[in-house]
């Protein structure tokens, strides 16, 4: 037996590559150079007003400029580094420099992990949990990535360097929790975390230089902050939610519906919770002295819990998929205090028993996410064809963005293969659309039809007028093919409707017309940072 479970060593390890290759894999093919959502006004807007501005002040209003409810200092520095570096903008860039966060956090629980059991099949559980398709819609959206998933990266940095013995160590480790507190909203929650491990280290010199940085850090973040106002629940409604959502942050990794209010999550946070509470009073709080690496997991653990009471209070939801990353760094937390309890002798048999369980959970993943994430492209690049060739005035608030970066000099998010595809495609009259089904109703426009052999998978719903085209991702179910759409989102004009193939750079008419009598408003603003602040 134990000579089976040796030879299952490089097995577990071939697994873990192969999951780790496949994430990347995914991760660089689907990285896209086209803004999503709060790209253009947390980054593109910052990036615009930057350059423009001409003190130094002025420079760090806006590097430090809140948005919503976060102060997202660490991902402005990053834009930064990619101009000075690259000349550009681009989201792509972004999108791998904040992936590397999860990498990062992952590297350093393995590397705990492997301290503390001096086994390497003790990392791949920590793989399996960590390296997840689950995480695809923060890895590859550039805002989230370097915000969420970033603020758990370099929280952890902080928490490690602070745990170590060596000054100068420490003082790094002050200035990773100074990023990590401008990070995001959740950032502050570093400082009490690291209070209580200086307050554990007997040092008052310690105590006293992160009380001070701390003080300093939180003061200089809430300096003229604004309370959103957005929310749709009041605060006290989410007091009262705070118990259920802070379970349902820690158990969200359990949580694969995403949506309304489950009660998976909620169970799963409670086992998380008191699955750690077992292993921290097994091991006592005495030996967290002892032990640099005991102490890192409660610090994680702790900030994950803080970070979990931050959003519960500011948010009342758990459902969130950037929300996840959370619910991960506390169970490798809570994996990793596992491993301390483990006996020598049956460590082999129950790391194989964890990894398979682990493994299962990554397939189910990989199972749940894996269309989402294939459908990733398509709706990227129909947003940005919408945004380049849309029927509204010829200064679209995208447009605006645009140039104003070329006449800053900087090199624009941008993706031509795509728009000049689009636009050198031909009209195909003598080809049709299998089975196809048009529901018209009063505010919503469907159509349906079945798969066929010669006709390729990626397809888009083209509404065109004489001014423009609003272009809408296809999704496929089984053998079907369907876009469904609302007439709110169309400017006001009469559209021909055809089935855009890029593939075969061709359109397909579906011979049908939509007559829209009103305007909407752009979901882009015009405006600057699209908020209530001052600029």
Known sequence: MSAVLKHSR????????????????????????????????????????????????????????????????????????????????NLRHLILMGSASLFLMTGIFCVEAYKSCKNILAIVPIILLSLHFQHMGSLLWATSSLQNLAVIALACVAIWLMTRSNVFINCIGIVFAFLTTFASGTGPMIWPVLFLIAITSRSMAKCLVTLLSGTASVSLYFYSYHLPTSGNTSISENLVKMPQAILGVIGGTFDIQEEGTQLIPIIAGFMVISTFNFCLGRTGLRALRRDPGSLFLVGVFLFGLLSAIAISFGRGSYVENRYKVISTLCLLATYNMVLLQLSRRHMDLCLNLISMACLSLWLVFFWRYYPEMLEYKTVRKADYLSLKNSPQDLLTPFQQRMNALEELGVKSPDNPLIQNTFLSSMQRDNVSLPSLKILKRKHKYAVKWQGDPGLPEESYLVLRSEKGSFVFPVRKELNQFSASILYDWLQKGRYTVSVYLPDQTSFISIQDTIVVDKNVKPWLSSTWFNDAYAP
């Open 10 to 89: 490089p097995i577990w390890l071939l697994v873990a590559m192969c999951c780790i290759a496949t994430l990347v894999f995914f991760l660089f093919d689907a990285a896209l150079d086209i803004p999503f959502i709060d790209d253009y006004n947390a980054l593109l807007d910052f990036i615009i007003q930057y350059l423009r501005a001409d003190s130094i002040e002025e420079k760090l209003h806006f590097i430090f400029r809140q948005h919503n409810e976060h102060r997202i200092v660490y991902a402005r520095l990053v834009v930064l580094l990619d101009y000075y570096v690259f000349g550009c903008t």
